[in-house]
């Protein structure tokens, strides 16, 4: 028996070209279908029946560490890490024609069936070492048998050729040395793996003649994926022909079973293997996961092939050198991305509109049913977003569907920003239909407005709603603290000056408190501008309301006399009952006190300009707390008089000369709902 050994350095620089190709953690698998793929491709030549070619992918893993006897263990069994692949197949093997073109970098041997001569390097980007054994036809029509290994560090070495003792040709690649990195990123278990196999795959079980019998599997278990190619499947394939720009393209539309895939995808193919899964829920109208035929629900794949696609797929395999749009360029008529993927879009669309009918219909259902239960406030401008933009996810978030609607109405308002400019331009010479123009914008505008004004009432809903369940007792059995309610009802430790009114919920007590010149939430007195008190105490809120306006002082004359009030406001937590006996926690005394600060240093205007007479400014206290007994004995001391719901208190207390007013949380709820029952039931909100 003759045998031949020798060592060949592969063409060009291998270190250097392997230190060029990139391969992403999250194409671990790359490599393995690469070998696969060429297996499929070896088997296609060597056979013209699909049904005697054969490929076996096997995992191979590596023993853990055995688990010491009597330790405790929770869960399932982690599976073993994978070490190697080896992919074996009964195609044409390594003949000399085949191991050439292995042993020369970028060759084009293998072009016309889709090879870069690049795959290879995958296989060195992810493992340690390659080790092939093959059996071929020479060109005396014999069988030779060859093996030779492959790494980064010497290239093809220790080839081994001899006569064959095997009866027909074939080929195992082994993948070794599976590297830390990869291999966590790649799937662990043999189902996943068996199914990316698939998916990549997946063009050659629904082309003409269909795909060899290939088997994954490992110590355990064994998955034929013709089976799963079985299972996956809904229905048979359908293609169709397009011209985009008078390229050529190619798509076999696919109805997977419902729990085939998580999401429909766009596979852009080139030589024949999957580069991108392009997810396009949501990119037509309709098109959000699972849809339903006839018979039974189905979720969505294309595969898109072209020669064009195959001329400008990138080395690696991984992407495509195509722009992905040429909008705004020098050559716009060049394809891009964005126009392939447009008309294919349409080709889906149209293939999938039977379908996408009832989908399109819960659709818009949900809209309307969360703008009229919910959201309000888009009602008025409904009529006027574009109709694709209804369109969602029937099963989307509350959350997500407030912000798709939140964006059309913010490019409703910019497209009438600019709409309006136009219109203003364009009144000096009033062009044909200029009124019937100016009618629809001011109907849009005047919907807008609508809209503004339902937003701000649905906001006070929800700040009622709020503090509705801030008042009950929790699930441990306690209240919420006063700073919870505080800050529903205006943000600590804060001024009028740092935050927007829309912030402030001052209207739940009272409609006027909005109408301040200077307002302090939970601020030291002596940090205050309205007055020159140094004390340190921290009203809950105080404000401070000036009239600048012309008062009568004297028959006949009208001087510009600042005419002032102070509102204290002290909040306590929900049955708070420790009132009686201490003055210190008293919330009429507290309140009182507040306001005697405040009138003790010169009271002035948040510009600096004193007030006459400030000692005697008028003052307003507002008290916030539920009536427990310990907070009735105040009220009755300070001879308040019970309000006819009998939920709160008031009166006038003459020594300190202020307005007193006691308010339960539930006095505060009641009256808040009923002021503004009549907003409510115009948006058809639910009122408490």
Sequence with gaps: MTRKVWFVAINASLTGRLRNTTLPKSHALLPLYEAVVNAIQS?????????????????VRSPQLTIPVGSASFGPTPLDPIQSFVVSDNGEGFHDGNMKSFETLDSEYKAVAGGRGVGRLMWLKAFEKVAIESDYIDSSGHLGHRTFRFTAEEGVSRQVQSPSEASHS???????????????????????IARSVLEHCLWYFVRPGGAPNIVVRDELEAV????AFTDYMLASSQAEDIIIQGVGFELVHLRLKANSKAAPQLNWCASNRVVVAEGIAGKIPGLYGKLRDADSEFMYACFLTSSFLDANVRAERTHFDIQESTEGTFDEEELSLAKIRTAVLASSEAYLKASLIKTVSASRERV????????????????????????????VSDRELELQLHRSLADL???????????????????????????????????IKKSDLAAYVSRRRVILDLLEQAIRVGEDNKYAR??????????????????HPSVSNLWV???????????????????MPISDT?????????????????????????????LASVTVIEIKRPMRNDASGDTEKDPLAQALRYLERVREGTVKTASGRPIPNSDHVPGFCYVIADLTPSVRERCKAANLRPTQDGLGFFGYNDNYKAYIEVISFDRLLNMAHQRNRSFFDQLGLPVG
Excluded: W
């Design 43 to 59: 088997v296609d030549a060597a056979n013209a029946d699909m049904g005697l070619s054969e490929i076996d992918v096997q995992v």
């Design 170 to 192: 074939g080929a195992s690649v082994q993948l070794s040395s599976f590297k830390e990195e990869y291999r966590e990123s790649a799937p662990k278990t043999l189902a996943a």
């Design 224 to 227: 034929d994926l013709h089976d």
């Design 368 to 395: 309307r049913s969360f703008v009229d239960n919910k959201a309000p406030r888009y009602r008025p401008i409904l009529r006027h977003i574009d109709e694709s933009k209804m369109i969602v996810d029937p099963g």
């Design 413 to 447: 308002e910019g497209q009438l920003l600019v709409e309006g400019q136009e219109i203003l331009n364009a009144s000096s010479s009033l062009p044909e239909g200029y009124d019937e123009r100016l009618q629809v914008y001011l109907e849009r505008v005047d919907d």
């Design 482 to 499: 006063e700073d919870v309610i505080h800050s529903l009802i205006m943000p600590m430790r804060t001024t009028s000056d740092e935050v």
């Design 509 to 527: 007590i009272d409609e006027g408190l909005a109408f301040h010149n200077y307002l302090a939430s939970d601020k030291p007195l002596k940090t």
């Design 534 to 562: 140094g004390s340190r105490t921290e009203p809950d809120i105080i404000a401070l309301k000036v009239n600048d306006g012309p008062v009568l002082v004297a028959e006949g004359e009208g001087r510009s006399v600042p």
